[in-house]
């Protein structure tokens, strides 16, 4: 047998991976959630399809028509490649199949094509390539599960998977909540998109790095950094527990087991050859996928396409976070002349031509120019986004736990989310599905997913604007949301359960102890005083029981959590039966249901986003 480290994954490792595949899979019900989630998918594919669509059907054509020389510059169409190297050579793997379905879709020049066939194609490609998504999610979510049913076995406490219910089992409600994810459903298998595949990856880095294979978990993070480069957001969190616990003396596994200290040759306190095996390891997955451009003198033209910061602080339809309250109270002060009221604003001149330019739809930088406000620049987004990021390192260099280091990934995100230059309110997915492994560690975990998932996926409402898509965004939305809700009380109520059997256990033995001890001395009114105890601890148990049932139903959420989620509602009427109606003719008007979307959801995100704050500095994890 092969020694194992925590650098490299050994024959047993290997084994050992392969069979928790075939542990995740022999359960019939995951089974049941593949087939329940592929149904709804296959329901979805007639569905409206964005401009995304035609931006992957050029990206076939222009992979598999030209040279990777021309890739970065072809721009016959308007949705130029402006994705890292891996996500093109994805496309151009996908063009080999789609030459056998329809070529039409692989000619440069055919615009717009939409053939049957074509949608079928992209759509088939999006739900089979999830594959990797639900595979990651179900290893992962069994992973974290057996840690926490190892920790709860050394309490006393039986709560293994084999003999629970459905409803009961954690590893099970943490897969469903992620792969039923209602924002995949909205971006991926409406709007199109292939962010299913992308978080896919993400899973099995984040699962092998707690599994403490870390150069594998590495590698596909530096993958994934190739396929898509708004994954930098996470790129902090990953590179401090790097760091921290891989390259520094005193580092330890990540897994949670005994901790074992590496004695290694180090200098200053840095490993040398662990720094050196990780180097070349992500290195030469940026070499192998930047490395033609840079030889061919192109990297200059890729950077210009994969960082367009011409577009503007913010897009068409602001993303729900910092700057779209920044935003609103800009186009506030200049309603009815409101600045002149103000002091500091009363001697602006500004000229009658001057419009909401914010809320036009208009995403160039030009047209987002701050009136009153400001003007914010890229350089003040990354320095407000880099003094934010504490918490999220804060939360990883405090422990090695597989929690801290999850939760530092949500923060690391949520800050570039809430702080980033043109983020897009897609991003938000970002969040909530890594967010979605911690939602069953406690209580305050539960709330504050499901008040993040609750407003982030109804943020996302917009992108699904026709028609014939409102019963089905709000159909997956108050669905998931429902299930999500009811999960958190099967999950609590048996928690509940099990804690107060480990009281009743412990009471018992308590009380026998003391008969067992005392019983030559008097056995009768030891008896007598153990009935009594015994009475008195289960009516204590029973009272419990129902307060803890009680507060279970709530979540815990306070009454002013309640009121605005009550308002997402009133919201939503707004813009599905009156803005259309009324408002949406007057110009000055139009644009003012994606306004208040964005504007009352940031509230909503910020609110979470603070409260990631109170769970890391108070050690509520």
């Not at 954690?170 to 209602?182: A, C, H, T």
């Not at 978080?199 to 403490?212: A, D, E, H, P, T």
């Not at 910092?322 to 409101?338: E, G, H, K």
């Not at 120019?369 to 990883?396: G, M, V």
Request: glycine share 4%; hydrophobic share 45%; with cysteine.
């Amino acid at each position: 047998m092969i020694k194992k480290n925590n650098n490299t994954i050994s024959s047993k490792d290997g084994n050992c991976f392969f069979k928790e595949i075939k542990d995740v899979l022999r359960f019939s019900r995951n089974w049941n959630l593949i087939i329940l989630v592929s149904t709804i998918k296959l329901l979805l594919i007639p569905s409206y399809f964005s401009t995304d669509f035609e931006v992957h059907r050029n990206w076939l054509a222009i992979t598999s028509s030209l040279p990777i020389s021309k890739w970065y510059f072809e721009n016959t169409s308007e949705w130029t490649l402006d994705y890292p190297p891996f996500f093109g050579w994805f496309e151009y793997f996908l063009s080999k199949f789609a030459n056998y379905v329809d070529n039409g879709m692989l000619v440069i020049n055919n615009l717009d094509y939409k053939t049957t066939s074509t949608i079928l194609f992209q759509r088939f490609s999006v739900i089979i390539s999830d594959s990797l998504f639900i595979l990651s999610t179900l290893l992962l979510s069994n992973y974290i599960y057996n840690i926490m049913v190892k920790k709860h076995q050394n309490s006393g406490i039986n709560i293994h998977g084999n003999n629970l219910h459905w409803y009961h089992d954690k590893s099970f409600i943490i897969s469903s909540i992620i792969i039923l994810n209602p924002g995949l459903l909205m971006v991926d298998h409406i709007h199109f998109q292939y962010n299913g595949f992308l978080k896919g990856i993400l899973i099995f880095s984040i699962y092998f790095l707690v599994r403490g294979n870390i150069l594998i978990g590495s590698i596909l993070f530096s993958v994934l950094l190739n396929f898509k480069h708004i994954y930098m957001y996470m790129a902090p969190a990953f590179f401090v527990y790097l760091l921290k616990y891989y390259c520094l003396n005193d580092s330890t596994k990540f897994n949670g087991n005994k901790q074992q200290q590496n004695k290694e040759f180090s200098i200053f306190g840095l490993k040398i050859f662990n720094l050196i095996k990780l180097g070349i390891s992500v290195l030469s997955i940026f070499l192998l996928s930047l490395g033609p451009f840079f030889y061919m003198g192109q990297i200059q033209q890729l950077v210009s396409r994969l960082f367009p910061f011409g577009r503007g602080l913010s897009h068409a339809y602001w993303a729900p976070n910092f700057w779209s309250i920044y935003n609103f109270l800009d186009r506030v002060l200049l309603f009815n002349s409101l600045y002149k009221k103000i002091p500091f604003f009363k001697n602006f001149i500004i000229p009658d031509q001057v419009t909401g330019n914010l809320t036009s739809g208009l995403v160039g930088s030009e047209t987002q120019s701050h009136i009153l406000l400001p003007k914010i620049t890229p350089q003040i987004t990354l320095l407000i986004t880099i003094l934010f990021l504490i918490p999220s390192i804060y939360s990883i260099l405090k422990s090695k736990s597989w929690k801290h280091f999850i939760l530092g990934i949500c923060q690391s995100s949520f800050t570039f989310f809430m702080f980033g230059w043109h983020v897009h309110e897609k991003a938000i997915i970002m969040i909530t599905i890594p967010m979605g492994f911690l939602c069953l560690v406690n209580n305050r975990f539960s709330k504050l997913y499901f008040l993040l998932s609750t407003v982030g996926h109804y943020s996302l409402f917009p992108l699904l604007f026709q028609v014939e898509e409102i019963p089905t965004r709000i159909l997956i939305l108050v669905t998931y949301t429902l299930l999500v809700y009811l999960s958190f009380i099967s999950s609590s109520s048996n928690n509940n359960n099990n804690n107060n059997n480990n009281n009743n256990n412990n009471n018992n033995n308590n009380n026998n102890n003391n008969n067992n001890n005392n019983n030559n001395n008097n056995n009768n009114n030891n008896n007598n005083n153990n009935n009594n105890n015994n009475n008195n601890n289960n009516n204590n148990n029973n009272n419990n029981n129902s307060k803890q049932r009680k507060s279970s139903f709530s979540l815990g959420l306070h009454w002013f959590e309640k009121i605005y989620l009550i308002g997402i509602i009133l919201l939503e009427i707004f813009n599905v039966f009156i803005h259309p109606v009324f408002l949406v003719q007057i110009e000055r008007f139009s644009f003012i249901s994606l306004m208040l979307t964005s504007v009352y959801t940031s509230i909503g995100i910020i609110y979470c986003y603070l409260f990631t704050f109170k769970l890391i500095f108070k050690n509520e994890i």
